[in-house]
């Protein structure tokens, strides 16, 4: 279990890249006031050589949260680290598990399991320079031959030693070479009992269980065995479904909503941001599926698909696309009233 004052993992948003941006957050954070949510992967030579405020500001909604970082240089995941907790975030995330061939370019990614004492390095010199905030690790269960559950528990012992207490840990392995990001989403068999074994044998550390977790009744399932879940893009393409995360897992008594009082609730942070200057496009193209297996999801979909993209739209598509579902719902609740 996390730490009081520290973020509670119990439920977790998955960092992924070009998807959980802040106005994905922002909505998330309608659906769920106590996840904790993710950054994209940013990298350290986009903090230190690029526009930190554009790669960190967020809307003071989304905590708590976390910046997932990319890196290797222990000297530069401390500077970065320290920007992060100026930038008030709730804790930063070394990314260990992204296979993809140009995160290992940049030496970052999965390929740092097979280098645990440099992991280790980087998480001592994050917790000098950023005190107050913890640090924590996200990986795989083994890369490439290196998938030896021995092998997994050397990792934690020497990432564990040099102070990080949470492991966030897909439970697939990764292979470096041969198959594409997604793939390693996908071929790679699951196990959870691996996950389970680690919270076993390291009871004083916060183990969280990452990897094709699809239901809110899986995640209180994974629960019984591990301190906490992270749902990845499920969470994306039906975050209705995790309108409860609250209720069931974090046993809060906050108010629900239903789909069209959470699009009520987030047109205001559209118009805002409209205001500013952001293109409707870069907001609606994370609520497609906010209506996912309803009547009229598909048409949804289409109408802020067309014409959420176009130059100068507003919020009257979101608006028409609320009114176009809605009579679709209402031919369906008819229809099924004369069966």
């Not at 390291?202 to 399932?221: A, H, R, W």
């Not at 008594?253 to 069209?260: E, I, L, N, P, V």
């Not at 609606?284 to 993209?309: D, K, N, V």
């Amino acid at each position: 279990m996390s730490k009081p004052g520290l973020p509670d993992r119990r439920f977790c948003v998955a960092p992924m890249l070009d998807w959980t941006s802040t106005h994905q957050r922002y909505f998330m954070r309608l659906i769920t006031q106590h996840a904790v949510l993710y950054t994209e992967m940013v990298t350290t030579g986009a903090l230190i050589h690029g526009d930190r405020d554009r790669y960190l500001r967020y809307h003071s909604a989304e905590h708590p949260l976390a910046l997932q970082l990319g890196g290797s240089d222990p000297k530069d995941m401390a500077q970065c680290a320290l920007m992060a907790q100026e930038f008030g975030y709730d804790e930063v995330n070394i990314n260990v598990g992204c296979p993809s061939e140009r995160v290992q370019k940049g030496a970052f990614g999965a390929c740092l399991m097979l280098e645990p004492e440099l992991i280790a390095e980087c998480v001592a010199e994050m917790q000098v320079a950023a005190s107050t905030m913890p640090i924590t690790v996200k990986h795989r269960i083994g890369v490439d031959e290196h998938d030896s559950y021995e092998q997994l528990v050397t990792f934690i012992e020497i990432v564990a030693a040099a102070g990080c207490s949470t492991f966030i840990v897909h439970a697939r392995k990764a292979w470096l070479k041969g198959l594409s990001p997604r793939e390693n989403r996908e071929i790679p068999p699951l196990s959870y009992k691996t996950i389970y074994r680690l919270k076993q044998d390291f009871p004083e550390l916060e183990i969280v269980l990452n990897g094709g977790i699809t239901t809110l009744k899986d995640s209180c399932m994974h629960l019984q065995y591990v301190d906490g879940v992270m749902v990845g893009r499920e969470a994306y393409h039906n975050p209705y479904h995790w309108e409860q995360v609250d209720a069931m897992i974090y046993a809060s008594a906050r108010t629900s909503y239903d789909r069209h009082q959470i699009l009520d609730r987030f047109i205001p942070y559209v118009q805002k941001q409209l205001e500013q200057g952001v293109h409707l496009g870069h907001m609606t193209r994370h609520i497609l599926g906010l209506f996912h297996g309803q009547p009229g999801a598909r048409a949804w979909r289409r109408h802020l698909s067309e014409h959420g993209s176009r130059k100068g739209a507003g919020i009257e598509v979101l608006q028409q696309a609320k009114e176009i579902q809605l009579e679709h719902q209402k031919a369906f609740d008819l229809k099924n009233a004369r069966l």
